[in-house]
Nanobody, 126 residues
Framework: QVQLVESGGGLVQAGGSLRLSCAAS????????MGWFRQAPGKEREFVAV???????TYSDSVKGRFTISRDNAKNTVYLQMNSLKPEDTALYYC????????????????????WGQGTQVTVSS
């Protein structure tokens, strides 16, 4: 099994920045596809960003140019750097892992992931 623990959330003013971290327990973390999703009250969980096991990255249109996903395999950690935050970014942010090393999958659906953290709250004030 894989355990994921998010951190770094908090309250930030619009236009500010936060960096979220997700620490994973797996020994073979470098082979995991790692995604970030978010869920606002009354909304479905939505895709934010993914860094694939192949090294490729994908962002949702709503965060492209503002957010950056990265990973440090030596620390078993994936990051989400969030800049130019907007009130509409307010949500519970989850990291997720898929260890299966599949190809031909875009990894933008939450059904593609096997493991989830408990989430970290990001609140952006106006």
């Amino acid at each position: 099994q894989v355990q994921l623990v998010e951190s770094g959330g908090g309250l930030v003013q619009a236009g500010g920045s936060l960096r979220l971290s997700c620490a994973a327990s797996g020994r073979t973390f470098s082979s995991y596809t790692m995604g970030w999703f978010r869920q606002a009250p009354g909304k479905e969980r939505e895709f934010v960003a993914v860094i694939k096991w192949t090294g490729g990255v994908t962002y949702s249109d709503s965060v492209k140019g503002r957010f950056t996903i990265s990973r440090d395999n030596a620390k078993n950690t994936v990051y989400l750097q969030m800049n130019s935050l907007k009130p509409e970014d307010t949500a519970l942010y989850y990291c997720a892992a898929n260890p299966r090393r599949r190809v031909g999958v875009d990894y933008t659906g939450d059904y593609e992931y096997d493991y989830w953290g408990q989430g970290t709250q990001v609140t952006v004030s106006s």
